[in-house]
């Protein structure tokens, strides 16, 4: 976004104006206040070396301090993979040949009042019919979410995740 600007020598609102790791476009984005610090998420994730990035949901931290919504700027810190050299896959769910798309993002407290963060997911089958759904929650240890919860329609009588924002 801030290329030229950094090419002429211009200020810009955001610490890291050019490509941040290695990320080049982000799909559907979610927000929510976690332990103090604001979570995003997103969708479908373009690589710059490689168009097929993360299908398997993208996320990143902003300090409270530093978001300043008035100015339209967010610094964002993704969450990267051990080699710090892309985004981390945050939702791996089985089959892995389709992507997860989770929705309804959730902070919570449980019984100790400590903070919790769910979401519902979906896995899309070939024709975007759902093959997978269900309930998952955030591991701070591993910063990525893992299924607590699946859900059979059939079974559960539960209203359907259809992905639907």
Same mark, same amino acid.
């Given at each position: 976004?801030?290329?030229?600007?950094?090419?002429? !020598?211009?200020?810009?609102? &955001?610490?890291?104006? =050019?490509?941040?790791?290695? %990320? /080049? @476009?982000?799909? +559907?984005? $979610?927000?929510?206040?976690?332990?103090?610090?604001?979570?995003?998420?997103? !969708?479908?994730?373009?690589? &710059?070396?490689?168009? =097929?990035?993360?299908?398997? %949901? /993208? @996320?990143?931290? +902003?300090? $409270?301090?530093?978001?300043?919504?008035?100015?339209?700027?967010?610094?964002?810190?993704?969450?990267?993979?051990?080699?710090?050299?892309?985004?981390?896959?945050?939702?791996?769910?089985?089959?892995?040949?389709?992507?997860?798309?989770?929705?309804?993002?959730?902070?919570?407290?449980?019984?100790?009042?400590?903070?919790?963060?769910?979401?519902?997911?979906?896995?899309?089958?070939?024709?975007?019919?759902?093959?997978?759904?269900?309930?998952?929650?955030?591991?701070?240890?591993?910063?990525?979410?893992?299924?607590?919860?699946?859900?059979?329609?059939?079974?559960?009588?539960?209203?359907?995740?259809?992905?639907?924002?």
């Amino acid at each position: 976004v801030y290329k030229d600007s950094v090419l002429l !020598g211009k200020s810009v609102p &955001v610490e890291k104006p =050019l490509i941040q790791d290695r %990320v /080049t @476009g982000l799909d +559907s984005v $979610m927000g929510v206040i976690y332990h103090g610090k604001y979570y995003w998420f997103f !969708g479908d994730t373009n690589r &710059v070396d490689n168009l =097929l990035g993360n299908f398997f %949901v /993208t @996320g990143a931290t +902003s300090n $409270m301090s530093n978001i300043d919504f008035s100015q339209k700027r967010v610094n964002l810190e993704y969450i990267t993979d051990s080699n710090h050299e892309f985004v981390k896959p945050l939702a791996r769910v089985e089959p892995r040949n389709q992507p997860t798309w989770i929705h309804d993002v959730v902070v919570l407290t449980d019984n100790d009042s400590t903070e919790i963060m769910l979401c519902t997911f979906l896995k899309p089958q070939t024709d975007v019919h759902p093959a997978v759904r269900g309930v998952m929650k955030w591991n701070d240890d591993s910063q990525e979410f893992q299924v607590i919860k699946l859900i059979q329609e059939e079974v559960d009588n539960v209203w359907p995740i259809d992905g639907a924002h």
